[in-house]
């Protein structure tokens, strides 16, 4: 089964501070994607990074780092030093090499609070 | 280079009534996935399109059909309208289909059945 859990529903951080929202997966495929999207009340969903289920090098892309530990089955996101910008929903999304589906996390909606 | 683009962006049906969307993908991607968002169940896959080929389908009732057309655009049909289609329906594109390729969203369009 191809599952993706998103366990924080909410998160409120001050400006400025770090956080970090979790993302764990399941799957039976061998290879597989994984994703991170960032839905803004404007509801587009923003795509923000693939990760290669052979790549475990973290990322990090300006204030943004994702850490993948297959071991775990986790593909995390920080976000450090918080903007009020970053207020939105993150989703983590899964797609394997059999089925192809997109399996989307239920969401952590983030409020960033000035 | 223009986003997806949903048409229209909010529709209000009545219970029994028919609906299409459409979806236009960016410009030289292939490959549109319709999804279905609402607060109880979150994003769920309804099907993709590639090549005017339904590729794959998720879990929902023969109601909900699609199709693609040969310049790539993408038309969902929604048929006797439920109280429960009341949703955000996004569309998204990507060059090809397959498990390696991010997707990028469009606006969604929000239907509200009453």
């Known amino acids: 089964a191809q599952k993706v859990t998103q366990a924080q529903t909410e998160i409120s951080v001050v400006e400025k501070e770090d956080v970090t929202l979790d993302c764990v997966y399941e799957?039976?495929?061998?290879?597989?994607?994984l994703f991170w999207y960032k839905q803004p009340p404007s509801g587009e969903l923003v795509f923000l990074i693939r990760?290669?289920?052979?790549?475990?090098q973290n990322e990090i892309s300006g204030r943004y780092s994702w850490n993948f530990q297959k071991s775990t089955s986790s593909f995390n996101f920080t976000i450090t030093a918080s903007q009020v910008v970053d207020s939105a929903v993150y989703f983590c999304?899964?797609?394997?090499?059999?089925?192809?589906?997109?399996?989307f996390g239920t969401g952590t909606s983030l409020t960033v609070i000035p | 280079k223009a986003g997806v683009t949903q048409t229209p962006r909010y529709l209000i049906k009545t219970r029994g009534q028919q609906v299409t969307l459409s979806c236009s993908p960016i410009?030289?991607?292939?490959?549109v996935s319709w999804y279905q968002q609402t607060p109880g169940q979150g994003l769920q896959f309804l099907f993709e399109?590639?090549?005017?080929?339904?590729?794959n389908k998720g879990n929902f009732p023969g109601r909900f059909s699609g199709r693609q057309f040969s310049n790539s655009r993408s038309e969902m049909n929604v048929s006797t309208l439920e109280l429960g289609d009341s949703a955000l329906y996004l569309c998204?594109?990507?060059?090809?289909?397959?498990?390696?390729?991010?997707?990028?969203f469009g606006p969604g369009t929000r239907l509200t059945v009453t």
């Open positions: 998204a594109s990507s060059l090809a289909a397959g498990y390696s390729y991010e997707q990028y």
């Open positions: 799957t039976r495929d061998t290879t597989y994607y």
């Open positions: 990760r290669n289920s052979f790549d475990e």
């Open positions: 999304a899964l797609r394997g090499n059999t089925g192809n589906q997109f399996y």
């Open positions: 410009s030289g991607h292939r490959s």
């Open positions: 399109y590639f090549s005017e080929t339904q590729r």
